[in-house]
């Protein structure tokens, strides 16, 4: 095992502005972040308040307006396999079968190895999410939870670099929502890639992230907030619910995002930073504009 | 006397061969005046199990029983509301709720029944959309007008089917606030099905979990003693409701687990890594044989699940 990059991504400085005809429209503003490799971090926030946005601008499908953006020591241009997305809906091609969905990539990243390696990648990948039995279905004779399993299967078959989740469970039903919770982790104890999720869910971030940023609420979105989750891994939800640092986590983040996500570091003169948050700003060694101003 | 009464009931489905229980020992009794909410996992037969009361399905063994009467057939003493709504798209919310009240209230004067669908859309805060159309309105205020229409039947018990699946979480939580607070005021006994055990906690007296087996039973219920009107945000912080949650949650989790059929099967990780795709590296991959490798193949017994 090699060492882990201590800056697997960093984001500096990250603006999205957009031009509208009555004058530019800040989306996100100074978004700064760095994530460890192996490092799993959760963006939350309301819907609307442009997390989607920064995550977008990561995986290379929206353009960067201001800032840059290191992935593993290169500057980031562009969609590519080094990054893998689950968006909300699985997005599968819906006349291929599941297990060619997944090679579909696979055959491209893997095009220096043989045809039976190949094959193995997308079926191990496909049996860990619960697909063993399944993988030669098409997606509409899988249910919505099936599909994402697919989903996930294929971001994973490829070891990106990093990993980005859009809302992965979004449309789900809660009890199904907690069951693909496990598969990704299961998947993820396996391979920990460095992992950037959204959602707005304040338990599926606790369960499943080392870090959570919570963003303000939008336009001009900013990082309001950082928290570390202090459970260790493998993560067994049931003892995760009995301990009580889980509730006093849980009320944090839901306390953020009832009173708190209209605050805007960089507007407030009296704002003190929480210590998770000190240590984030600490390491870019950035005051917010205003401040300098 | 309970209002509702369930004994020993099973159900199932399909013919000899081809044959799939649903439920088995079905046992359940409904309080006059109570919240009782019924989750499960979807495909678990929640449905079919309202259905029983409704009388839209018949039980193969035991009883379905309304006031100590069998139920033999749907009846407007049963309210039923739909995930879809369910409303005649030519008629205004008005006219669908009128539609109801005729055919129920056929005694009444034609003033009286306009009252008794005014108060009804009063109720549901739709005054100001009364002549609209179902197309009109939005998913959270279609829902509302079959709550209302339902209602205006004066039925003795509210049958809800995953009333609030189909709507986004925030119109979500209005609605829930809502009929809870409508409940509140007239008290009407209601048994609700969902999958969210959220939702569950804060409008019910009374949980009780169905539990995926095959067939499907009921599990032990869940009393939640927590004072109404229950704010939302204040619940969270509330002792008692993060106890319910944790309990109800791992119920439903472990539940899952048991009947599956396990095999497992040997699996291989083969030793390849990806190529550089996004940055040109000249011809890296054309001075090595094969793909870059980290030099250890892997293989592992996975449990695969039928």
Redesign the interface.
Same mark, same amino acid.
């Given at each position: 095992m090699s060492v882990l990059n201590p800056k697997m991504l960093e984001l500096d400085r990250l603006w999205k502005i957009y031009d509208t005809p009555k004058g530019p429209a800040t989306i996100v503003k100074n978004f700064n972040l760095k994530l460890k490799e192996g490092e799993f971090a959760t963006l939350i926030g309301h819907s609307g308040c442009g997390k989607s946005t920064v995550l977008m601008m990561v995986a290379g499908l929206s353009e960067v307006s201001q800032g840059n953006m290191i992935l593993a020591g290169k500057e980031a241009v562009g969609p590519g396999p080094d990054r893998g997305i689950v968006f909300q809906s699985p997005c599968l091609l819906p006349w291929m079968t599941a297990f060619d969905n997944v090679m579909l990539g696979v055959n491209q990243v893997y095009f220096t190895a043989n045809k039976m390696e190949r094959r193995q990648m997308a079926e191990y990948y496909l049996s860990i999410v619960g697909l063993g039995d399944a993988m030669h279905k098409f997606p509409s004779e899988l249910s919505q939870g099936m599909r994402q399993r697919v989903g996930i299967a294929r971001a994973f078959a490829l070891q990106p670099k990093m990993l980005l989740l859009d809302e992965p469970f979004g449309m789900l039903d809660s009890l199904t929502r907690y069951e693909l919770q496990e598969v990704l982790l299961e998947l993820w104890r396996r391979n920990s890639i460095t992992t950037l999720m959204v959602t707005h869910d304040v338990d599926e971030a606790i369960f499943l992230s080392d870090r959570v940023v919570m963003m303000t609420d939008g336009p001009e979105a900013e990082v309001g907030d950082i928290l570390k989750i202090p459970f260790e891994r493998p993560r067994n939800r049931k003892e995760i619910m009995e301990d009580p640092r889980y509730y006093e986590l849980r009320e944090h983040l839901i306390t953020f995002l009832n009173d708190r996500s209209h605050i805007r570091p960089s507007r407030e003169p009296e704002f003190v930073p929480s210590p998770d948050m000190a240590a984030e700003m600490a390491a870019h060694a950035f005051s917010f504009p205003a401040a300098a101003a | 006397m309970s209002l509702i009464e369930i004994k020993n009931a099973s159900k199932g489905f399909g013919l000899l061969g081809d044959r799939s229980e649903v439920l088995k020992d079905i046992n359940l009794s409904v309080e006059e005046g109570e919240f009782v909410v019924i989750i499960g996992?979807?495909g678990s037969g929640k449905s079919t199990l309202i259905n029983l009361i409704s009388g839209l399905v018949k039980p193969d063994t035991g009883v379905a029983m309304i006031e100590g009467k069998t139920i033999t057939e749907p009846g407007p003493d049963r309210g039923l509301v739909f995930q879809n709504y369910s409303l005649l798209p030519w008629l205004t919310v008005e006219e669908n709720i009128a539609l109801a009240v005729d055919e129920v209230f056929k005694d009444w004067t034609k003033e009286q029944r306009a009252a008794h669908v005014a108060k009804h859309i009063g109720m549901v805060k739709l005054s100001h959309a009364a002549k609209k159309l179902p197309k009109e309105l939005s998913g959270g205020m279609r829902q509302r007008v079959s709550v209302a229409r339902t209602l205006a039947m004066n039925p003795k018990v509210l049958l809800m089917d995953e009333p609030l699946?189909a709507l986004d979480?925030l119109t979500r939580a209005q609605l829930q606030d809502e009929i809870a607070e409508i409940w509140l005021n007239n008290k009407t006994t209601v048994i609700w099905i969902t999958?969210?055990?959220?939702e569950a906690i804060l409008v019910a007296d009374r949980v009780i979990p169905l539990l995926p087996t095959v067939p499907a039973t009921l599990g032990e219920a869940i009393t939640v003693d927590i004072e109404r009107p229950r704010d939302r945000?204040a619940i969270?912080?509330d002792p008692k409701f993060?106890k319910l949650?944790?309990h109800l949650?791992?119920t &439903?989790?472990d539940s899952?687990g048991k009947n599956k059929v396990k095999s497992s099967?040997k699996?291989?990780? /083969?030793?390849? &890594?990806?190529?550089?795709?996004?940055?040109v590296n000249g011809i890296e991959?054309l001075t090595r044989r094969? /793909?870059?490798r980290r030099n250890e193949i892997k293989t592992e017994e996975?449990e695969?699940?039928?």
């Open positions: - | 996992y979807s699946s979480a999958n969210d055990p959220d945000k969270n912080h993060k949650r944790a949650i791992t &439903l989790l899952k099967r699996l291989t990780l /083969p030793d390849i &890594l990806p190529e550089e795709l996004t940055h991959f094969g /793909p870059k996975v695969v699940t039928a």
